[in-house]
């Protein structure tokens, strides 16, 4: 059955959407798509799998008053004056924040289970008050969009669902400037195991199903977090058993990780555009047969947004363009 949410039919008229993806969790990343969004009035805001960051860092009240932390490889001691920056400096690059005081970190180092209830309370509450953002920074026009991907835990679904300003795209279709959009967060297997992967067989049954619901995918939108196999987008490190990069000749050696699945649909049916994500390293833009693929990347760390604005007319794409900022 087809969940068509209509956008923007206007005849004759543009469609300017903004795509960025694997934000992890960087509230710096994060603000300055929704700025973006509206500084560039774009109709569509598309927020790419893997919204949520990957890990807590606690901020320790001690009995003397002061705050201590560990963050980037380094001790802080800081006092409470000292405290807005340090969240703000945590929270930016993709981790979260969480003022505590010495009891509850030692029942953390002694209960794993603790450190996981913290992280899922942290990671719902910040990704709440990420999109109360988007009724402040966005006029009421401007849709915003996001697909979970592999790395975000199922309940982001219930704090996407339950928020009226965003919509979750995985296995909708959506409307957006009279082409139909299919989106998954659904990725072939990594090496960590995330939340969000399936075999490529499973993937492309997934995919198929999803596809099946348009009424002409060779106008759609493919919104897939993983990038299709051997494009150029999907190029990242090959990595030992224990996770570390493979040299060669003193070189890190380079081999596609993408999907298979993926790659498989967009040959067969040839949408107009196919908007991906997942290797932060393989940024670009690629032409399969007729369909133009793209990849922002992702500094999701060094807070910085990486993204294309890209503009329809018609059936056609008249402006693709690359952005950093």
């Known amino acids: 059955m087809v969940q068509l949410t209509p956008l923007f039919r206007k005849k004759g008229s543009t469609t300017k959407i903004l ?127 996001v697909c979970p991907g592999n790395d975000d835990r199922f309940p982001v679904d219930d704090i996407i669902r339950d928020h009226k300003d965003v919509i979750n795209g995985e296995g909708k279709v959506i409307d957006i400037g009279g082409h139909e959009m299919i989106s998954t967060g659904w990725t072939d297997p990594s090496p960590w195991k995330t939340t969000r992967e399936e075999s490529e067989e499973k993937l492309e049954a997934r995919l198929e199903r999803y596809i099946s619901q348009l009424k002409n995918p060779k106008s759609a939108i493919f919104n897939f977090h993983s990038p299709p196999y051997q494009s150029k987008l999907d190029e990242a490190p090959l990595l030992d058993e224990d996770l570390n990069p ?17 790659r498989k649909m967009i040959e067969k049916h040839q949408p107009l555009l196919g908007l991906h994500g997942h290797i932060h390293e393989a940024a670009g833009s690629i032409k399969i047969g007729r369909t133009y693929c793209v990849n922002p990347g992702s500094e999701y760390a060094e807070g910085i947004l990486r993204a294309f604005l890209i503009e329809l007319k018609g059936d056609k794409i008249i402006r693709l363009q690359r952005m950093e900022g």
């Open 19 to 145: 795509f960025a993806t694997d934000m992890h969790g960087s509230e710096g990343a994060w603000r300055k798509f929704l700025n973006a969004s509206c500084m560039m009035k774009v109709n569509v805001a598309i927020s790419g799998g893997d919204l949520t960051g990957k890990m807590i860092v606690p901020i320790v009240e001690r009995k003397d008053g002061k705050y201590s932390y560990y963050f980037l490889g380094e001790n802080h001691l800081i006092n409470s004056t000292k405290l807005e920056k340090a969240f703000k400096d945590i929270q930016g690059i993709g981790y979260y924040a969480y003022l505590t005081d010495e009891k509850h970190v030692e029942e953390m180092r002694k209960d794993s289970a603790k450190v996981d209830e913290v992280f899922m309370e942290v990671m719902q509450s910040t990704l709440k008050n990420w999109f109360d953002l988007i009724q402040e920074k966005l006029p009421s026009e401007t849709r915003v969009i």
């Open 246 to 262: 493979v040299l060669q000749a003193g070189h890190v050696v380079i081999v596609p990780v993408g999907s298979k699945a993926v």
